[in-house]
């Protein structure tokens, strides 16, 4: 169940999803109050799990990556140990930087990053067609991304 939330939480949940770099000062005076109490409820906030952490969100093409592609992955086994085994192995792919478990025709939704077409299409040959398990494997390419920001809506 979703903890109760007041105005001055919503705005405060808003403005760090804005600026996590916001001192506790300009915190305050975005919702209105004194340093101390804004700093004990961003720390109730965070011990709530409400806030579950604090991140820099980095530019793939500054990084040199060019392609974004979206993999749908189907399993040939469903067992709860071979979906585990599975997962904790995609834990360690760095390329991998998003992994959804989902209905419908395919079981995991993957988002890959890599630097060119070349690469990726090594990347599915040598890493995930290797994956124990996978029957099927189909990619999707982004053209470009529309929205970048992964910001989760504040409940009115």
């Known amino acids: 169940m979703p903890l109760s939330l007041d105005r001055t ?9 804005g600026n996590a ?4 000062a300009e915190l305050a005076e975005r919702v209105s109050l004194t340093t101390s109490p804004c700093w004990r409820r961003v720390k109730n ?3 709530s799990g409400l806030i579950s952490g604090y991140q820099a969100i980095l530019s793939p093409k500054a ?18 140990e071979i979906a585990r085994a599975f997962e904790q192995r995609l834990l360690n792919i760095p390329e991998i930087v998003a ?17 060119d077409l070349e690469s990726f299409g090594e990347f599915a040959r040598e890493v995930l067609q ?11 390419f982004s053209y470009k991304s529309v929205r970048p920001l ?5 409940p009115a």
């Not at 770099?21 to 506790?24: D, F, H, K, S």
């Not at 992994?99 to 630097?115: I, M, Q, T, W």
């Open 99 to 115: 992994c959804h478990n989902v209905s419908g025709r395919y079981d995991f939704l993957l988002e890959v990053v890599a630097r």
């Open 63 to 80: 990084l040199g990556y060019g392609v974004t592609a979206f993999v749908s992955i189907m399993m040939d086994t469903h067992s709860k």
């Open 45 to 47: 906030l965070e011990d």
């Open 130 to 140: 290797t994956l124990p398990c996978v029957k099927e494997i189909y990619s999707s």
């Open 150 to 154: 992964r910001v989760i809506p504040v």
């Open 9 to 17: 939480d919503k705005a405060l949940l808003d403005a760090l999803q």
């Open 21 to 24: 770099r916001l001192t506790v």
